[in-house]
């Protein structure tokens, strides 16, 4: 498994927590994540580095994976290559391993508390990986666990996208009140009923970027977006949900924007021999592996994983928890992220919703910035600092 590791950049650095990232897909490499999201570098157009005035090691030490085996530079090799499987479940049993593995080569990082991170599918690779770091031990420094805009279960992450547009008033009323009155929110797998009021609602919605609805849509391949891993995960909803077109936002031909620059300069050969890639010549990096999202458990896809998470707090009630989202994201919108807070009964809750409002340093009040806290759910940046 290959992976990026960057020391905080603060004086406090040994004493520092530990953050490990992957992105999601599922089949979707964290180095796309360390490149263009909140690693310490940015790639330009010339083929050089900027530095990220945003990067998460400014207050931590971090280690960027990439999994499964088989995406971006993690290799799978032997007779049986061809014969892995691909799922929730082995994915969280080789992150584990990573974990051990990377605390007993960096021996120092072994008391520095340590969190896991992720994003997208990553709704499911952090309970599954929090729920084998508690139940197999070995990781005594395990304190917490933060997802942003998680697919936590199916029916939240449909009713979530559709009611995120209902919501930036992007469908009308009537069409709305077909949907809710189908009871398409609890509908799963989606009735005859609801898939043609949501193929409607495609329609109207086609031309929207799904992910940043307020953005440009990129018509440029040119333009560096981070485009492959959102379709990677629209690829994967589509079979999840009986083979309709979810999201008719990316046709089948679809040729996603990618992030030309990041991809640029990691499938220069004298980078991947700077980063230690163990790759053959000529080798091409990519921010999604189709193979692996391709092979991936249909049936892991759409497993609820409150259950998971319900397992990781009865057993580890002290850790800490992080859920947060952008609402400018309606394929894993924040609507599907607050069905799966407040249905879940997350134990020992003792007060109600707490909404606080996230001011700049200036005093503005950002306005989808706002954080729900309890026992379960806290600012992780509170936390560290």
């Not at 086609?206 to 440009?216: M, N, R, T, V």
């Not at 977006?225 to 379709?231: A, F, I, L, V």
């Not at 980063?275 to 092979?295: D, E, F, P």
Request: with cysteine.
């Amino acid at each position: 498994m290959f992976y990026w590791y960057t020391t905080s950049q603060r004086a406090t650095a040994a004493q520092d927590p530990l953050l490990l990232w992957t992105n999601g897909g599922p089949g979707c490499s964290g180095i796309s994540g360390f490149m263009t999201e909140q690693g310490p570098f940015r790639p330009t157009a010339t083929g050089n580095l900027t530095l990220n005035p945003h990067a998460w090691n400014k207050i931590a030490n971090t280690v960027f994976i990439e999994q499964p085996v088989g995406v971006g530079f993690s290799r799978v090799d032997g007779a049986n290559k061809g014969e892995i499987l691909y799922g929730d479940e082995p994915s969280a049993q080789d992150n584990y391993a990573f974990v051990r593995g990377f605390l007993a080569r960096f021996p120092e990082l072994k008391t520095n508390d340590f969190y896991i991170t992720s994003e997208s599918y990553g709704g499911h690779y952090m309970p599954t990986l929090a729920r084998e770091l508690v139940t197999r031990g070995g990781v005594p420094s395990f304190k917490g666990v933060a997802v942003g805009n998680p697919l936590t279960y199916m029916p939240y992450r449909n009713y979530g996208q559709y009611g995120t547009a209902y919501g930036h008033q992007l469908l009308p009323k009537p069409l709305w009140d077909k949907y809710t009155a189908a009871e398409c929110r609890t509908t799963f797998p989606a009735s005859d009923a609801c898939n043609d009021i949501t193929d409607q609602m495609d329609i109207i919605l086609a031309g929207f970027d799904a992910y940043a609805l307020d953005f440009p849509t990129c018509l440029d391949s040119g333009k560096a977006s981070g485009r492959m891993e959102r379709y990677a995960m629209i690829k994967m909803m589509k079979g999840a949900n009986a083979g309709r077109n979810v999201g008719g936002y990316f046709p089948d031909d679809y040729e996603a924007c990618s992030s030309d620059w990041a991809s640029t300069y990691l499938n220069r050969a004298d980078v991947q021999a700077a980063i230690h890639a163990n790759v053959s010549a000529g080798y091409k990096w990519s921010q999604c592996s189709n193979a692996v999202g391709s092979k991936f458990n249909a049936t892991d896809v759409v497993q609820p994983m409150m259950p998971v998470w319900k397992e990781v707090i009865a057993k580890a009630p002290a850790l800490k928890i992080m859920i947060y989202s952008g609402d400018d994201d309606s394929v894993c919108a924040t609507l599907g992220t607050q069905q799966f807070i407040w249905d879940m009964d997350w134990t020992l809750k003792r007060n109600t919703a707490s909404w606080k409002a996230w001011k700049t340093a200036e005093g503005q009040v950002r306005r989808r910035q706002y954080v729900y806290r309890n026992e379960r759910v806290f600012e992780l940046l509170d936390a560290l600092e």
